[in-house]
């Protein structure tokens, strides 16, 4: 019979994989600022940072979007604010009219007796 090595695992603590997490959140995210401030120019820089302040989870997915864009070659050189204001009309767009609806107020009465008399 052949002996198979079987590689040992060696235990962890906790706070290490927390802290290695943490630092490689931290890089990515590092990474992600970088090539972000690579491909935009100022203007589009500045116009997704004001996004940003409005609606963190919408600048998240555009700066997804243009991520992936770059990492596939459908964006050559630096952006400009008319691409991402472009972009973001499309991304608009995708979402939906559902996003746009207003929340609408149902004011629910009782149906009891008429309440407006006194006797």
């Known amino acids: 019979m052949s002996s198979v ?3 040992q ?3 962890t603590s906790q ?3 927390g802290s290695e997490e943490e630092a490689k959140r931290a890089q990515e995210e590092q ?3 970088d090539l972000l401030a690579t491909i935009l120019d100022t203007a589009a820089r500045e116009r997704l940072s004001r996004i940003a302040l409005v ?3 919408t600048s998240s ?3 997804r979007i243009i991520i992936q864009n770059v990492q596939a070659g459908a964006i050559r050189g630096r952006m ?4 991402l204001i472009s972009l973001l009309d499309q991304f608009e767009k995708a979402q939906g009219t559902s996003a746009n609806k207003k929340p609408t107020i149902v004011y ?3 149906k009891d007796l008429d309440d407006d008399l006194d006797f």
């Not at 400009?80 to 691409?83: A, D, F, I, L, V």
């Open 9 to 11: 695992i060696q235990p």
């Open 31 to 33: 990474m992600r600022r």
């Open 108 to 110: 629910q009465r009782r």
């Open 80 to 83: 400009s604010e008319e691409q």
């Open 5 to 7: 090595n079987i590689p």
């Open 15 to 17: 706070s290490q994989d």
């Open 61 to 63: 997915k555009v700066e």
């Open 55 to 57: 609606s963190p989870e």
